[in-house]
């Protein structure tokens, strides 16, 4: 098994930045991929942006240039920069990571609300 923990998120006026963490524990030796999807009322939920084991990176188009994804192995830690923040972005924020042999754990999501 795989534990997520989520934090960061909260409200923001647009334009503005938050920043999404997500820990990992557990049985994290065959995980091989992390991310970030989204959830808007009545929306499908979305990809955001995700991070390889080795490192390369993946958009949403609606984000690219305005939100960031990295990792710090040493704290088994995934982040999620999100800048120039719209109102459109806001959503409940799921941090997932992909186990090669087990499929997709979940985190318990954040709120991100976008407003003035």
């Known amino acids: 098994q795989v534990q997520l923990v989520e934090s960061g998120g909260g409200l923001v006026q647009p334009g503005g930045s938050l920043r999404l963490s997500c820990a990992a524990a557990g049985r994290i030796f065959s995980i091989n991929a992390k991310g970030w999807y989204r959830q808007a009322p009545g929306k499908e939920r979305e990809l955001v942006a995700a991070?390889?084991?080795?490192?390369?990176?993946n958009y949403a188009d609606s984000v690219k240039g305005r939100f960031t994804i990295s990792r710090d192995n040493a704290k088994n830690t995934v982040y999620l920069q999100m800048n120039m923040l719209k109102p459109e972005d806001t959503a409940v924020y799921y941090c997932?990571?992909?186990?090669?042999?087990?499929?997709?754990?979940w985190g318990q999501g954040t709120q991100v609300t976008v407003s003035s």
């Open positions: 991070i390889t084991s080795g490192g390369s990176t």
């Open positions: 997932y990571a992909r186990d090669q042999f087990r499929g997709d754990y």
